[in-house]
C-alpha cells in the first residue's frame, strides 16, 4: 500500500497530531494498572482509605483523559482516511479521463466501478483501522513488557512466549488470505460485470425468453464468490478461536504463576494484578492488530488494483502543438489514413483521403462495417490511428491537447445517450452557461420543441439514465440539440437521424443549415434521403473509398453507390 500512499499528499499536521494522541492515550491505558496495584498494595492492603480514595480518583482523571483522546484520535484517523480514498477516487476519475476507448475496454467498465468504491473502501477502512489498532502496538507492547518486567520478570517472559506464538501464526497464514483476497477482488469484478450487462440488456433479455439461462450465469459468478468468502471466512474461523486459546492459556500461566509466587512472598498481590492487566493489555491490542493484519492483504490487493489504473500509461498522450494554427477558412482532411482496432485481424481504414470544408457539408454512407462510425471516432481522438494523419487547418490533429481539440468538435454518437436529470441539465451538457432561451432555440432546430412542451413540466421533465423513458426518436432529438447548442468549428452526427421519420428527418436538416452554415459538418448515414442534398459524399467499402462526389455525380460514377441507391429510393428518385 505504501506504493499507493507515494502518490498522494497527506495532511502532515493532522498526522503528527495523532501520532501525539495515541501516544498519550496509551500511556494512560498503562498507567491505570499501575495505579491499581498501588491502590491494593498501599491502600487496600494497609486499609488506607485516604489513599485509596485519592489514588481512585487519579485513575478516575486518567480514564476520562484517556477517553476523550480515544474520541479524538478515532476522529483524527477517520478523517485522514476518508481524505485519502476522496483523493483516490478524485486521481482515478481524472486518470480515467485520459483513457481512450481501447484502454477502457483494457480495464472493463465493471472492474473500474469496482476498483474506485469496493477497493478504495476496503484501503479506508483497513487505515482507519491501522491508525487506531496497529499504531499503538508496538508502544503498548514495549512499555507493557517493561513494565511488567519491572514487577516480576518470569510472569513477563510468560507474555512474551505469548506474543511470539501470536506473531508466528500470522505469519503462517497471511499467505492463505493474500490469494484467497486476490481472488475475491476478481470474482466482484465478474459480478458487476453480469449484473451491469443483465441491467442493460433486460428488454433483450425478455424478448428471447432468455431469464433462466441469465441466471443461471448470475448464479455461478454469485456462488463462485460465495466459495470463495467461504473459504477465507474458514480461514478467519481458525484465528479468533486460535488467538483466545493463546490469551486464555497466558492469563491460566500468569495466575499460577503468580498465586506461587505471592505464597512464597516474593511478589505484593497488587503487582500481580497489574501484570494480568498488562498482559490482558498487550494481548487485546494484539488481537486487534491481528484483526487488522488480516485485512491489510486484502488492502494491498485492493491498492495494487488501484496502481495498475493509476499508472496506466494511455493510448493518447497530448503532445504540445509544434504548427502555426491558420485562421483562413477551416478545413478538415484525411490524409492516407489507415486505422485498426486493437487486436484486429486486419485495418477497419486502409489509406482514407477526403478534405471536407467549412460552409459545405461531407456526407460518409457504406456497408455496415464498412468503417463509417470508426471515421467520426478519430476525428475528436477516441482514438489513435496507426498510419496517416489527419489534419484540421493543415495541422495534425495528434499535436493538438485533447481539450482543444475536442472544443472544436460537436459530436452526435450513434448511440444516443442521456444522463441522468432534466432535460435541460441534458441540452445544457453541450454548452455550460447556456440560457434557457438557447435551450429552447436548439431543441426547435432538432425538433424536439414539440413533444417537450406536451410534457407536464416541459424542459424541467426527469429524464432517467440512458434516457429509456424516451423513445428512440425522441433520444436522438435531445441529443442533437445537446450537439446544435455548442459553437463548433466542426459538427460529426453519426448516423443521428436513424430513428427519424423522413418528415422528421427532412425538416430537421433544413432547420439546421442556418447553424451550421459557417461550420464543417459531417454526417455519417445509412439512409440516402439523409445524405442526397451534402455537398460531397464519400463511399465506404471494407475500410477503402469506394467513390466521392454529389449524389448525381455518384449515381453515375460509383455502382457501390447506385446499388445503395436502388435500394432505397424508387424510380423516379433515381431519375431525379
Known amino acids: 500500500m505504501l506504493k499507493l500512499f507515494k502518490h498522494f499528499k497527506v495532511n502532515k499536521i493532522l498526522l503528527g497530531s495523532l501520532f501525539v494522541i495515541i501516544l498519550l492515550k496509551t500511556v494512560g491505558t498503562l498507567y491505570i494498572p499501575t495505579l491499581t496495584a498501588d491502590i491494593i498494595n498501599n491502600g487496600v492492603i494497609k486499609g488506607n482509605i485516604h489513599y485509596v480514595l485519592r489514588t481512585g480518583g487519579i485513575m478516575i482523571v486518567t480514564a476520562v483523559f484517556t477517553g476523550i483522546l480515544a474520541i479524538i484520535s478515532t476522529y483524527f484517523s477517520s478523517n485522514l482516511s476518508s481524505t485519502l480514498s476522496r483523493d483516490i477516487r478524485s486521481k482515478i476519475f481524472s486518470h480515467a479521463q485520459e483513457l481512450s476507448i481501447n484502454d477502457f475496454k483494457h480495464f472493463s467498465t465493471s472492474s473500474l466501478i469496482t476498483r474506485c468504491t469496493s477497493d478504495v473502501n476496503q484501503i ?37 512466549i505469548a506474543g511470539t506464538i501470536f506473531i508466528i501464526f500470522i505469519m503462517l497464514i497471511s499467505k492463505k488470505v493474500i490469494n484467497l483476497s486476490n481472488k475475491i477482488q476478481v470474482g466482484l469484478d465478474k459480478i458487476n460485470s453480469r449484473v451491469m ?12 425468453n432468455q431469464e433462466k439461462h441469465e441466471k443461471e450465469l448470475m448464479d455461478n459468478a454469485f456462488t463462485n464468490y460465495a466459495d470463495i468468502n467461504v473459504k477465507l471466512n474458514k480461514t478467519f474461523a481458525v484465528v479468533m478461536p486460535a488467538i483466545m486459546a493463546i490469551m486464555n492459556v497466558c492469563a491460566v500461566a500468569v495466575l499460577c504463576f503468580g498465586t506461587i509466587r505471592i505464597s512464597r512472598g516474593t511478589m505484593q498481590v497488587g503487582d500481580i494484578m497489574a501484570v494480568i492487566e498488562y498482559a490482558i493489555i498487550i494481548l487485546v491490542y494484539l488481537v486487534m492488530a491481528v484483526i487488522v493484519l488480516i485485512n491489510i492483504p486484502r488492502a494491498s490487493t485492493c ?21 502555426a494554427i491558420s ?18 485481424e486486419k485495418p477497419v481504414l486502409k489509406n482514407v483521403s477526403f478534405v471536407c470544408e467549412s460552409g459545405k457539408t461531407t456526407a460518409i454512407i457504406g456497408a455496415t462495417g464498412s468503417g463509417k462510425s470508426t471515421i ?3 476525428i475528436p481522438g477516441l482514438h489513435e490511428i496507426q498510419d496517416g494523419k ?19 468538435i460537436s459530436f452526435s454518437s ?39 412542451s406536451e410534457l407536464n413540466l416541459g424542459y424541467e421533465s426527469f429524464v432517467s439514465q440512458g434516457g429509456s423513458n424516451f423513445s428512440g426518436g425522441q433520444r436522438q432529438r435531445l441529443c442533437i440539440a445537446r450537439t446544435l447548442i455548442k459553437d463548433s468549428d466542426i459538427y460529426i452526427f453519426d ?23 459557417n461550420s464543417i459538418v459531417i454526417t455519417i448515414a445509412q439512409r440516402i434521403s439523409t445524405i442526397m442534398d451534402a455537398d460531397q459524399i464519400v463511399v465506404l467499402e471494407e475500410g477503402k473509398i469506394a467513390g466521392i462526389g454529389t449524389h448525381t455525380e455518384l449515381l453515375k460514377s460509383c455502382p457501390i453507390y447506385l446499388k445503395i441507391a436502388e435500394s432505397q429510393l424508387s424510380e423516379e428518385e433515381l431519375v431525379c
Open 390 to 408: 489527419i489534419l484540421i487547418n493543415g495541422v495534425n490533429t495528434k499535436y493538438f491537447s485533447q481539450k482543444n481539440l475536442r472544443d472544436m
Open 414 to 452: 450513434q448511440k444516443a445517450f442521456l444522463f441522468s436529470g432534466t432535460i435541460v441539465d441534458n441540452i445544457r451538457h453541450g454548452k455550460k452557461d447556456a440560457t434557457i432561451n438557447e435551450i429552447k432555440s436548439a431543441a426547435k432546430m432538432a425538433q424536439a420543441d414539440k413533444f417537450i
Open 124 to 160: 479506508e477502512n483497513t487505515l482507519t483501522m491501522f491508525f487506531e489498532m496497529i499504531i499503538p502496538v508496538p508502544f503498548i507492547t514495549l512499555v507493557g513488557m517493561f513494565l511488567a518486567f519491572s514487577k516480576d520478570k518470569y510472569m513477563a517472559l510468560i507474555i512474551s
Open 197 to 208: 450487462q443483465y441491467i442493460s440488456g433486460i428488454r433483450i433479455i425478455r424478448a428471447f
Open 303 to 323: 491498492s495494487m488494483r488501484i496502481l495498475e489504473v493509476l499508472q496506466y500509461k494511455p493510448e493518447i498522450v497530448d503532445k504540445k502543438v509544434t504548427e
Open 495 to 517: 448516423d443521428s437521424f436513424s430513428a427519424l421519420d423522413y418528415k422528421t428527418d427532412a425538416k430537421l436538416r433544413e432547420a439546421i443549415k442556418p447553424r451550421l452554415k
Open 327 to 344: 485562421n483562413n477558412r477551416k478545413a478538415l482532411e484525411f490524409r492516407n489514413v489507415t486505422f485498426s482496432y486493437k487486436d484486429a
Open 376 to 378: 467520426g471516432k478519430l
